[in-house]
Structures are given as structure tokens and as C-alpha cells.
């Protein structure tokens, strides 16, 4: 059953670095998003990705975040000074698009810590 | 956006049936229920949607009163494994919409 991966599993970094999180969407997905869950809080929604830019996002997606589809597999989510406050697990999801529902499917997360 | 409320906790036992209830006082009409589970450590997967009345897959059941302002889950005869959160989520439906996910309701299944 085709799935969505994500690299790392989990990432440490430090505080004012930069880094990528990396998703492979299922291949006959058209919509692409990113989530964040803080360790004990609900899932929030980042950013949806479609037709090569970005569809929605949310006031936590301020300009210290950016998406790109580097090539025709890969969805990245890059932070570039990433602070304390930016330590989650990240969790990307694909949608192949209908309009009948969109069932997203999310990736197993990557844990990212900053310290 | 329709808020949803739900329990924040349910426990239960193997081979117990697990009911649980969302409520969603304003949903709107071209809005449909959907439920996720997250298990530890795992992204959220779907588990069932509905507009009305009852849907059943090979999970779970989804009961929709006439009225609409709430939704049940039932999960049949959990087991170990079904131990989760599990989101109640409303929204029309279309392609592209970001979920927005609650707290949840973190169902606990002891042997």
C-alpha cells in the first residue's frame, strides 16, 4: 500500500540553525501539507501545497518557513533560524485531490528538538 | 468553522464496544463529520466520514442524529491495539482543505 515518508525521523538541532524536513508524497497525490503537534498539544495545520505553490496557510507559516517541490517526488519544509518554540513533531500529508472527500494521508512525523 | 467538543478521556476494556460522542452545535449544511485516529507517535489517519444517519465501514460506525449538532463513534469489541486519540473533525467537503484537528479524545483499552 503506497504511504508517505518523511526524513529524518527525528532531527536535533540548534537554536538559530537552519533545517529540512523531507516528505516523499504518495506518487498520484496532487495536494501536499505540512502539520506540527507541540508534544502534548492538537495537531495544527501548517501549509497546503498545490499546482507548485502554496494554497493556504496558517499565521504560524510566517516568513521564517518556506515549502518547495525540489522535483517531481520530494516536498520539503524548510525553517531557517529555527528557535526553542519550533520543536515538534512535523507531520506531512498528501491528498490525491477529489472532490468527493480528500482523504489526506499523513507521514509517520519527524520529531524535530531544538535546543 | 464548526467548533467540536469532546471528551478528553475515555478507558475501556478488550472486546468492549466504545461509543464516543462529539458535539458540534453549529455545524454548517454542507458540512461533514470525519474522524481520525492517531495512534503514539504516528501521524493521524482517517477512519470514517458521514453527512447523516448512520455509515459503516470495517472499523468503525458513525451514528448522525437528525439534527446534526452531534456525532458518535463506535468502535466494536476494541482490543489493545485501538488504544488512540481519536479527533472529531467537521468541514465541507472539498479537495485541498487543511484539517483542523481538536483535542481529541484519548481512548485507553486495558486488557
Known amino acids: 500500500e503506497p504511504e508517505v515518508t518523511q526524513t529524518p525521523s527525528h532531527q536535533v538541532t540548534q537554536m538559530g540553525q537552519e533545517v529540512i524536513l523531507r516528505c516523499v508524497p504518495i506518487s498520484n497525490h496532487l495536494y501536499f501539507y505540512w502539520y506540527r503537534q507541540i508534544l502534548g498539544q492538537k495537531v495544527e495545520f501548517l501549509v497546503s501545497?498545490?499546482?507548485?505553490?502554496?494554497?493556504?496557510k496558517s499565521e504560524i507559516f510566517d516568513d521564517q518557513f518556506s515549502v518547495e517541490r525540489p522535483d517531481g517526488s520530494n516536498f520539503t519544509l524548510k525553517i531557517r533560524s529555527t528557535k526553542l518554540e519550533d520543536s515538534a513533531m512535523y507531520f506531512c500529508a498528501s491528498s490525491m485531490g477529489l472532490v468527493s472527500y480528500d482523504e489526506q494521508f499523513f507521514g509517520p512525523g519527524t520529531r524535530l528538538t531544538v535546543l | 468553522l464548526a467548533k467540536t467538543t469532546q471528551p478528553i478521556s475515555m478507558d475501556s476494556y478488550e472486546g468492549q464496544e466504545v461509543n464516543i460522542t462529539c458535539s458540534h452545535n453549529n455545524i454548517a449544511t454542507n458540512d461533514y463529520i470525519t474522524w481520525y485516529q492517531q495512534f503514539p507517535s504516528q501521524g493521524p489517519r482517517f477512519i470514517i466520514q458521514g453527512y447523516k444517519t448512520k455509515v459503516t465501514n470495517e472499523v468503525a460506525s458513525l451514528f448522525i442524529p437528525a439534527d446534526r449538532k452531534s456525532s458518535t463513534l463506535s468502535l466494536p469489541r476494541v482490543s489493545l491495539s485501538d488504544t488512540a486519540v481519536y479527533y472529531c473533525l467537521v468541514g465541507p467537503k472539498a479537495a485541498g482543505n487543511k484539517l483542523t484537528f481538536g483535542g481529541g479524545t484519548r481512548v485507553l483499552v486495558k486488557p
Open positions: 501545497f498545490y499546482n507548485n505553490e502554496i494554497s493556504e
